[in-house]
């Protein structure tokens, strides 16, 4: 038995839409997104300015998340979809800026900006891909580098009167080296002039 004719035609229909969304989800999402930390360990000093660099590919428009979690919990940074919107928290407002490629530029940084730092692409269809900076932030002891600033000051003005020191006695070395000469030559023609006359 033959089927009518619409039912074939449907079947074809269906096949091909089939087989067209098929075609279209294997274009969508092949491997979805990728995401490239290049240095995922920042060691800064207190007011540093820092990147935390990443770059990320995938098809369609991606949404990047940024998030820091230390021991004081977890902060959202910026959340960000490109060419769309870009959500700062109000925490980092004027401290953030946001990269095309994924980066972030974190201004100022300070011993509490210290921790881990989650970054996650999601990209249209749902796939997402993540990434950690682990950044340390060192303070500059301000006590130790007035020490060493007053001690330098220290050498210095010892090492001048020293120099100053040198060069009087060197000066009165030779002054008295002058004088001994002289005397030695007048005594010397002296002792001359008396053994002549004997
Ligand atoms: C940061 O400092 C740690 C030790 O303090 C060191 O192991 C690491 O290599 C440093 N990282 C960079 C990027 O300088
Ligand atoms: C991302 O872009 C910023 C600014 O253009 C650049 O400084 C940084 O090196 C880029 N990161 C990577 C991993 O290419
Ligand atoms: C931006 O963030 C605020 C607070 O987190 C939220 O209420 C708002 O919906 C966000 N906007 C977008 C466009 O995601």
């Known amino acids: 038995m033959r089927p009518p004719q619409g039912c074939r035609r449907r079947g074809v229909i269906a096949g091909t839409v089939t087989l067209c969304l098929a075609a279209g989800w294997a ?41 820091h979690v230390s021991s ?11 060419g769309n919107y870009v ?19 974190l201004l100022n940084v300070g011993v509490r900006d210290a921790g881990y730092y989650f970054v996650t692409v999601t990209e249209e269809y749902g796939t997402n ?5 682990v950044v340390n932030v060192y303070e500059i002891i301000y006590e130790d580098l007035h020490f060493v600033a007053v001690f330098f000051a ?9 120099i100053c020191f040198m060069w009087l006695c060197n000066k009165s070395l030779h002054l008295f080296q002058k004088t001994t000469h002289k005397l030695t030559a007048s005594t010397t023609e002296e002792i001359e002039l008396e053994t002549i006359e004997c």
């Open 87 to 105: 959500n700062i928290s109000t925490v980092y407002k004027d401290r953030v800026t946001v990269f095309e490629n994924g980066s972030i530029q």
């Open 129 to 133: 891909i993540y990434g950690t900076i």
């Open 154 to 162: 220290f050498l210095t003005g010892v090492s001048a009167i020293l």
């Open 27 to 67: 274009l969508q999402t092949p491997g979805g997104v990728s995401l490239r930390v290049p240095q995922p360990n920042i060691n800064a000093t207190v007011a540093q300015n820092i990147l935390l660099s990443v770059e990320y590919s995938c098809r369609g428009v991606a949404t990047i998340e940024w998030k």
């Open 72 to 82: 004081r919990g977890t902060t959202k940074i910026v959340e960000w979809k490109s």
